[in-house]
Every structure is written in C-alpha cells, then in structure tokens.
C-alpha cells in the first residue's frame, strides 16, 4: 500500500496539513526526544521486595515520568509496581530508549533470562505487554499527527493483533484484557477537533490509548483546533511475547507507525475507511479480539494484511533496524504463538522461537555506517557548525545525533582514515590520520 492509496480530509481547520517546515522540525525533535518502552505483566512467584532487589530497581511513583528514566541495572528496568489481576502480578516497566535494536534486543535477552530463573510466567488468561512512545520533553505538537496515528491503528488493526500475538499456545489471542484492547473501529476521528474526540470515545481499553493529559486545551470543543504537549501514546493490544526479538522487532514496528503518522500528516486527516479491505479489516479485527470468533480461514488475511503494512512502513523501518523489518516479515507469515505450535509449545520453547527467529542476523552497525560515510563523501549536507551538521543528518537519515556521533568517532579506528568537520566546506571531510 502507498500513501497514493489514501485519501485525506482537509476541509476543517482542525485538519490542516503541516507544512514542509513543520514536518522537518518534528522529524528532528522525535530523532532526539523520542524514546520507546513497554510495561511486561508478569505472573511471578516471589515478593516484590525480593523481585526489585533481583533486578536493581525500585517501585515508581509516576508512570510518565518513569519511563524517561535511565536505570542504572543491566536490564533497563526502570521499576516495578503491583497489577491486581493475580495475587502474585507484576508489572515490570522497562524504560523508554531510542537505542540500536541490538542495544535493546540484548537488554530484552537479560531481562527474559534473570525472569526465566524467577520463575515468572504470563497470566493465564491476560498475559499482556503494552508499548509506550513518548517524548523525554515536552514541545507543541499539532494534534494532527494523533489524529493519524489513531487512523492507523484502526486501519491496520488485524495486522496489529495478528503481529503481536504471543504466549497463548493453545488460542491465536490469551483472553482477558486483551479481548476488550480492540480498536475502536466505529469512531473516527475526521469529523472532531482530537481533545473532544478523547473526552468523548477513546477509552484505556483501546488498541491505541492515547493520553488525554497531553492535550493543550482547557475548554474543548467539536471544531476547536488543538495542540498537544509532546507525546504519549500506548498500544496495548501486544500479548506477553517472551521473545526478545520479536518484542524488539515490535518496538520499532510501532515507532515507525508514529514517523509514518507525522508523514501523513503533510496531507490532512486520513480517511482509512476508504481503503480497500477496511469493511474485512473490521469484521476480521473484531474476531480477533474474541479469540473463540477466529477462524483459520481469516489468517490468510492476516498474512497479507501484516505484509502489507510491513510495506507501507517499510522506508521507516530500513532506516531504523533491517534487522526488525527481517523478523517481522517472519512474524507476518508466522507469528510466535504459530511458530510455538509448530515447535509442540515445549517448556522451552520460547528459546526455541528467540533461536529461529535470530538464524540470519543483519548487521544494522555497519549499515548505518556505510550511511554516514556515504553522506560525508558526497558533501551534500553543508552546515556552519559541526552540531548543525549532525542534527541535519539525524533528520535525514532517521538516527539519533549520539548514534552518528558513534560512528564519527570511530571510523579511525574502523577504517584508518580521520573524521574531521571542515568549517570552510561546511561539512565532513576524510582524511588520513
């Protein structure tokens, strides 16, 4: 599917396009500000006191501000709270990060390791993860860019569920709360400013929770046009997936939804309800979230629906981690709970999928390197500043500063030759050491 496909609506003040400018800005501020993180729901056999000492870490006192944490411990555990599902339920919040997928991909290992000699288990009805996107500071955003990433959820809500299921090895979906984290799929929100829109149908229980905390209003109104205070959105239809590749893959699956919403948002409001399949799309979503409604003969749907997304995304996923959109292109075709049928869902077999899925490994280092080296060598980026410079890239190619920094720095010791910013040309140069 191509951004060709969709049809937008401009008409109303609160749906206006932003412009070139705006959308750079946003680009560059979500680069340096936009961490994601994800709250795992756990069934663990010890106290909580113990738990906590087991994994460096307290007990929060806010979630918002908690996930902008950087914990200390090996495992980016930022905290742990109760969840009164179960009597022994945990939810364990692990922090916000814009690192490399192989960064998070092996603090994800630590952590499922350290929780598999805990014990811990999902629930067995409602096992859970929920992954956050939000902005380490706050900066006014136009509330056009929720608009869109609502419409996305919506529009690929069967590929969204289908994509993250996880532990539930006898079902497609675990029951429970994950039944009611559904799309809201009969409410869009074309017709209404975004903050009247939240007051009036979104709930928690949305395949997408948006905060109504960050929206700049005091009196909202049907036609009011709104801004928001950075960003903070939750999708809470992903199972427990003790995987840490997919669960990796999966973070940058919903942070390249959010890159391709500020895209969208160039154009208007979109208008998923004209695209192909959405009458299917809804019928199919609906079933999934009722897992005894699902049937075998909807997941070819599934399939093509998943891959489909996977090619809408797929220039947001390139630039941020080849190695994400590899798995997910598996996890389209067979997802883990699928993968864990195949593998007669054995008390190990979670290890068994993390091995499957991880055979044939992209080297997303060395390409980002062969990126940056590229842009130095064509010197089409010109800059006053070396600071100036490196921020103009991070918009370009969708890498944060610190990550480019990283790299500058060590291209003498890679690859023999010096890094080093030439104020008359504006730009990089290499040269010998």
């Not at 560059?28 to 000492?53: H, K, M, W």
Request: with cysteine.
């Amino acid at each position: 599917m191509n951004i060709s496909d969709i049809q937008f609506s401009v008409e109303a003040q609160h749906n206006k396009p932003i412009s070139a400018k705006k959308y750079l800005q946003i680009i560059e501020y979500f680069n340096r500000q936009l961490v994601i993180g994800a709250e795992l729901e756990r069934d663990i056999p010890v106290d909580r006191s113990s738990l906590q000492r087991s994994l460096g870490c307290g007990r929060g006192q806010n979630r918002d501000r908690d996930l902008k944490a950087s914990p200390s411990n090996k495992y980016n555990v930022a905290y742990i709270d109760s969840d009164g599902t179960v009597q022994s339920g945990n939810e364990i919040i692990f922090a916000g990060t814009n690192e490399t997928f192989d960064w998070i991909h092996k603090k994800m290992k630590l952590l499922e390791t350290k929780l598999d000699q805990l014990n811990a288990r999902p629930y067995v009805y409602n096992g859970s993860t929920h992954i956050s996107l939000l902005t380490i500071q706050d900066k006014v955003l136009p509330a056009i860019i929720l608009k869109n990433i609502w419409n996305l959820s919506r529009a690929f809500s069967s590929s969204l569920f289908w994509l993250t299921s996880g532990d539930n090895t006898q079902y497609f979906r675990s029951e429970g709360a994950n039944h009611y984290a559904r799309a809201r799929l009969g409410n869009s929100v074309v017709r209404e400013a975004m903050n009247w829109f939240l007051q009036n149908h979104a709930t928690k229980y949305s395949l997408c929770n948006i905060s109504k905390n960050r929206m700049m209003v005091v009196l909202p109104n049907r036609d009011a046009v709104h801004n928001m205070a950075g960003l903070y959105v939750e999708f809470r239809q992903p199972d427990c997936i003790r995987v840490p590749s997919a669960l990796t893959s999966l973070f940058f699956l919903h942070r390249a939804l959010v890159y391709k919403a500020v895209d969208l948002s160039r154009k208007g409001c979109s208008l998923v309800e004209s695209l192909d399949q959405w009458t299917e799309n809804k019928r199919v979503s609906n079933n999934i979230a009722d897992i005894h409604s699902f049937r075998d003969t909807e997941k070819t749907f599934c399939q093509e629906q998943s891959h489909r997304l996977l090619d809408f995304l797929e220039p947001e996923l390139k630039q941020m981690s080849p190695e994400a959109l590899r798995i997910l292109r598996i996890l389209a075709d067979t997802p883990v709970s699928a993968i864990a049928r195949d593998l007669n869902a054995n008390s190990d077999w979670h290890n068994q999928v993390e091995k499957k899925l991880c055979k044939r490994k992209v080297s997303h280092h060395s390409e980002r390197e062969e990126k940056v080296i590229s842009e130095i060598l064509d010197a089409t980026i010109k800059q006053p500043s070396a600071t100036k410079w490196k921020k103009k890239l991070s918009t370009k190619l969708r890498i944060p500063v610190r990550t480019i920094e990283y790299i500058i720095m060590n291209i003498e010791t890679k690859r023999g030759v010096k890094a080093v910013f030439d104020k008359d040309l504006k730009t990089y140069t290499l040269g010998k050491r």
